[in-house]
């Protein structure tokens, strides 16, 4: 590849987590499609290429894809027969054929081969048609779109898989009672967008812990700090400094001496960079226990790439409003009250609180930029992305380097 653009500028892809029954990540659909030309991704040299550069977005820079993170990526015959999953690690990669693929007897083969290697197979989008019923034999898991099945069809479905050993993964679950259902009736895995829409919970009221950190973030975002004050502030909070100096003192910065305190960190870091390290640190902290990590992380990943996506366009719109509008888009489900309320605490200018609260305006365009790229909704990005006049490209490389940054910071010990 050396001397050609990285395979990633040609493309869009995706990730959408699947989560544990307590909300711990249990691994990443990986979504992907050639954009412009093609409908779908091509088998080809290339694809398989791209797969791997697509799996590793679940992994730190330079680091292997973590062992407790599986990678789930549908596969359609042809690229099966031609042994295109064997451009991915086998004890991490789960193999998704869709029900209807035909279970021809070379299929079969090859599925007992990969079983054999180490691969799990997923059936999708189960519905218990007869070539599903053959094919489950040969299955360790069983995906079911909740969306689109009546629970009647759902326990018919859930009655067949319990004769087998194999797992039940829900997707497209939506809603807290599309969960709870799906808890009751034996699923042990979540995809969908339930852990993003909150839970109403009566009388609940922000902390005084949580007020502290959001004016902090205040404080943050003054456009003339005093870093004495600051200073004093951040090591008020034992979490926060214990965070930012771990993080700081890591190979991620690599700086020749060791940084033992706040003031220190503020001079030698840089103002411009650490303030976003802390807007993601301070988030982090705020996430309420029993909450899914993935939803910091994810509103951190939205946070970078809309700045990038600002930073290489030529609109007038501010790559820091961009920044925190990612970062906050998901404060709704992680504290379960209204956004608007929450929205009071924030120090947002008022086009970009509008957005937040589901208000149309040229920032809520650019949070569907990011829902369609987290969904893979392909045929909905690039009509955005035409509307918008951004170029794909340098959409879809700001989407992989944000997903990177936010991945080492996540992985860094001590960060999250």
């Avoid at 779908?40 to 590793?56: E, R, W």
């Avoid at 497209?172 to 979540?190: C, D, H, I, N, P």
Wanted: glycine share 4%; hydrophobic share 40%; charged share 25%.
């Amino acid at each position: 590849m050396s001397g050609r653009e990285p395979l990633y500028d040609k493309i869009f892809f995706a990730r959408q987590p699947i989560l544990k029954a307590d909300q711990s990540l249990w691994g990443y659909e990986l979504l992907f499609r050639n954009s412009h030309e093609a409908t779908s991704a091509d088998i080809s040299d290339s694809y398989k290429a791209t797969l791997m550069v697509a799996a590793d977005l679940c992994a730190a820079p330079g680091e292997n894809i973590p062992d407790n993170v599986k990678i789930v990526v549908n596969f359609s015959h042809k690229a099966i027969m031609d042994k295109v999953p064997y451009s991915l690690p086998a004890r991490k990669t789960v193999v998704q054929i869709p029900e209807t693929t035909p279970p021809t007897p070379n299929l079969i083969k090859a599925l007992k081969e990969l079983s054999k290697d180490g691969f799990c197979i997923a059936i999708d989008d189960f519905e218990a048609r007869p070539q599903g019923e053959f094919l489950i034999a040969y299955a360790d898991a069983i995906i079911v779109d909740f969306l689109s099945s009546s629970e009647a069809k759902l326990e018919k479905i859930c009655q067949m898989c319990g004769q087998y050993e194999t797992e039940l993964i829900a997707k497209r679950v939506e809603t807290t009672e599309q969960y709870q259902l799906a808890r009751k009736l034996g699923f042990s895995l979540f995809q969908g967008f339930y852990f993003k829409r909150p839970e109403n919970v009566n009388g609940r009221k922000l902390r005084s812990g949580e007020i502290v950190k959001l004016k902090l973030l205040k404080l943050i975002e003054d456009p003339s700090p005093d870093f004495q004050v600051m200073a004093e502030a951040l090591q008020n909070d034992v979490s926060i400094s214990f965070r930012l100096l771990t993080l700081l003192n890591s190979p991620t910065f690599g700086f020749s001496q060791k940084i033992t305190s706040i003031k220190q960190a503020l001079v030698l870091a840089g103002w411009k960079m650490l303030k976003n390290w802390l807007r993601v640190i301070l988030l982090t902290d705020l996430n309420p226990e029993g909450k899914s990590r993935e939803l910091p992380q994810l509103a951190t990943q939205r946070a970078k790439f809309l700045q990038l996506v600002a930073e290489r366009s030529d609109k007038d719109i501010a790559p820091d409003s961009m920044f925190l509008l990612g970062l906050f888009s998901l404060l709704e489900a992680m504290f379960d009250l209204p956004m608007k309320e929450l929205t009071g605490y924030l120090p947002l200018e008022a086009e970009v609180k509008a957005a937040l609260c589901d208000e149309e305006n040229v920032y809520s365009r650019y949070l569907e930029l990011t829902t369609f790229f987290e969904s893979g909704e392909w045929d909905n990005l690039e009509i955005l992305l035409g509307e918008l006049q951004l170029d794909p490209i340098q959409v879809s490389k700001s989407y992989y380097e944000a997903t990177r940054w936010a991945n080492s910071f996540f992985q860094i010990p001590g960060t999250a």
